[in-house]
């Protein structure tokens, strides 16, 4: 996409920045996404599914979905996600895309941007169209400029660090019912609680609360599908004392509960 023309972007009439309802959720398609979708969270908190891959989001964090991509989506009707979204497509081939995923430090000069280019369409200002395609292609490389600084940043983080890291995530996909902490699995990996913390993140892309979770009900799902054992059971097996705490977890990751998928 940085390679291409401004003119190769072809809008779609299919954009908002939204405040969603407290009953607000993002369904699993009949088809999957048609075409190119940029999705920025600005405020809230809830999970998006990509491609069977959930992910806790925030403010910053951003997501570019691609034609062909499976997603779903819920949020925390105590504090509902306000996104922007905005759909299009492109003519040309491409050399460099962003990765589906990612989670901006500094917004300020990308959020800049989404608001720019929403408020051209409602306004109906002169030359829309071409300055929201020259945005779009501002937008597209901050996402890419956003990516190489990352992996600039992984590339100085030793590959001993690296190692331990996924060892430990390992570790977790292995055992999802053990009762994990934050200082159980930082002393395992012999480094402190905030530096074990950071780099887990940096690492996995996920923290590490949030990856014990994701690693619990995916055990939970296939246990459900395959195994025969109650809902019940299930949670028992995943350490969960709560059932009704597990029913809540596992349908915030999934969007079904535990007894449509058994």
Request: glycine fraction near 4%; aromatic fraction near 12%; charged fraction near 20%.
């Amino acid at each position: 996409m940085l390679y291409l023309n401004s003119d190769h972007f072809m809008l779609k009439p299919f954009l908002a920045t939204i405040h969603c309802e407290p009953s607000w959720q993002w369904k699993k398609r009949d088809k999957p996404i048609p075409n190119y979708d940029l999705f920025y969270v600005w405020a809230g908190e809830g999970t998006v599914v990509l491609n069977g891959k959930p992910y806790n989001v925030e403010k910053g964090h951003c997501f570019l979905f691609k034609p062909g991509d499976e997603t779903t989506a819920t949020h925390n009707p105590q504090n509902p996600l306000v996104l922007t979204y905005i759909h299009f497509d492109i003519t040309e081939p491409f050399q460099l895309v962003p990765s589906g995923h990612r989670v901006f430090k500094n917004s300020i000069t990308f959020e800049s941007l989404l608001t720019q280019y929403v408020r051209l369409f409602l306004v109906q200002a002169f030359g829309a169209k071409i300055e929201a395609q020259l945005i779009l292609k501002q937008l597209m490389i901050h996402l890419l400029r956003e990516e190489r600084g990352q992996e600039k940043q992984m590339t100085n983080t030793s590959n001993k660090l690296l190692e331990t890291i996924r060892e430990i995530a390992n570790y977790i996909q292995q055992n999802p019912g053990s009762p994990h902490t934050i200082n159980s699995l930082a002393e395992r990996a012999n480094l402190s609680q905030r530096y074990f913390s950071q780099n887990f993140k940096q690492v996995i892309g996920h923290t590490v609360k949030s990856y014990i979770v994701y690693s619990r009900i995916k055990r939970a799902e296939h246990l459900l599908l395959f195994t025969g054992l109650t809902v019940t059971e299930v949670a028992d097996a995943l350490g969960y004392n709560n059932i009704h705490f597990f029913s809540r977890q596992f349908k915030k990751y999934t969007g079904k509960n535990p007894s449509e998928i058994r």
